[in-house]
């Protein structure tokens, strides 16, 4: 080899070397930034339960329905700059449930399906509740379901059974978060109904319980909070439920609820709110067509919410739309051509049948207006993630529900 080809190809050996160096300073320098990197003043992490992709193109049909198109109209969350896609299988189902689905978003940990903030070996998981909590973060937690299930028990309590719904209250005091909300709470008394009332051991604890947003009005507790519906004193409040007995009108919806969460925790302070549409879910187990729509609605006025005090803080505020799993396996067509017939959603126009049970005659009833369900129970399809804000290009792309935690928490 002459003289001259072994200069070039030491010269070219070099430059490999310099670049490769070059790439690791550089690597080493934005894992420095990363680590750097603050995360958004006030954060709104915003979980559909069962909602995915489907579910929310339904309700995105309907609206365009309603608007006389075929489509075009969107939910407020739809329309958030990043869309990225999250993977939600479990530590022991590649078909999760929403505790294990709730720890891994909460904690950035799997878990088996059922345990709830804890891993396998029942070790206890921190949440991004309190990893925010111990950064100075006033934390709010709650849900148009029942404060102590799944979801939301999975930012503050450490169960190896979802179940255990009286000892899952038990751990709000423990938190020292400032704001609990939900539609009441399971086992008020207890599973055998023989403990003591679950608020008065709240309120021996510190936490002021309101029954209303009327009661959290004339509140002058600034400890600590648990709002809970009127219509739920001292009564347990019931699983599964998503037919209200009271006048909608007269309810707190959840959008309601988050603003007086912003409210009471105030923006002089920054705050961490994890907030639930659990009902959705509900409606998808009963194939429930008409009440899923309607729970996705009232999900996307907490949305709203949170998107109009993002208009105030653009550059502090990060909000994460996304859901713990896919429940019914939802298909916008079923077995009638190309045409989804929203005539008659609103008034149920599908004769009842004394044969079917409730849930097959929503699933009867959905099929006649060409919706159609797979399943009754979650499904192992990957659900969406929307993001607006401080921090939002990270939920950009393919993501597992693991990443979440490191993406708010910014660890």
């Known amino acids: 080899m002459s003289r001259l080809k072994k200069t070039l190809l030491y010269v070219s050996a070099a430059i490999v070397a310099l670049a490769a160096v070059g790439a690791i300073f550089k690597d080493d320098a934005t894992a420095k930034a990363r680590k750097k990197e603050k995360p958004a003043k006030y954060i709104f992490v915003m979980i559909g339960d069962g909602m995915g992709a489907t579910q929310v193109a339904a309700a995105e049909s309907y609206l365009s329905y309603k608007a006389g198109k075929l489509g075009g109209e969107q939910v407020t969350f739809t329309r958030f700059p990043v869309l990225g896609l999250c993977t939600t299988f479990s530590a022991n189902s590649n078909i999760t449930d ?19 903030g804890v891993a396998p070996d029942g070790t206890p998981l921190k949440s991004m509740a309190y990893a925010m909590h111990e950064k100075g973060y006033n934390v709010g937690i709650m849900s148009s379901v029942p404060v102590n299930h799944a979801t939301p028990g999975a930012f503050y309590a450490h169960r190896k059974d979802r179940n255990d719904y009286y000892e899952i209250s038990l751990e709000i005091p423990e938190s020292n978060f400032e704001f609990f909300a939900g539609s009441g709470i399971l086992d008020f008394n207890g599973k055998k109904g023989n403990l003591e009332d679950i608020d008065k051991v709240l309120e021996s604890k510190g936490y002021d319980v309101c029954y209303g947003l009327g009661e959290l009005a004339e509140s002058d507790d600034e400890s600590g909070v648990v709002v809970i519906p009127a219509s739920q004193k001292k009564e347990a409040a019931l699983n599964y ?16 609820v988050l603003e007086a969460a912003i409210d009471y925790l105030g923006d002089d302070e920054p705050f961490f709110i994890m907030c639930e549409g659990g009902e959705i879910d509900w409606a998808a187990h009963d194939n ?12 996307d006025e907490a949305v709203a919410v949170a998107y109009e005090f ?5 550059d502090e ?32 126009s599908l004769p009842a049948d004394k044969d079917m049970n409730e849930k097959e005659r929503n699933r ?14 979650h499904t192992g399809a990957p659900v969406p993630v929307y993001a607006i804000g401080k921090g939002a290009e990270k ?5 597992d529900n693991t990443d979440i935690y490191g993406k708010v928490v910014c660890e």
């Open 364 to 377: 009867a009833f959905s099929v006649a207006h060409n919706i159609g369900w797979t399943t009754f129970d």
């Open 241 to 256: 439920e998503i037919e209200h007995d009271e006048d909608p009108a007269e309810e707190d919806r959840l959008g309601e």
């Open 310 to 314: 993002y208009l105030e803080h653009p």
């Open 317 to 348: 505020t990060l909000i994460v739309v996304t859901a713990d799993h896919e429940t019914g396996g939802i298909t916008i067509g079923s077995d009638k051509g190309y045409m989804v017939d929203w005539n008659g959603i609103e008034n149920d």
């Open 98 to 116: 929403s505790a294990a689905s709730g720890t891994a978003i909460a904690t950035g940990n799997k878990t088996n399906n059922h345990f709830l």
């Open 288 to 299: 429930n067509i008409t009440e899923m729509i309607d729970a996705i609605s009232r999900f």
């Open 395 to 399: 939920f950009a792309g393919r993501i």
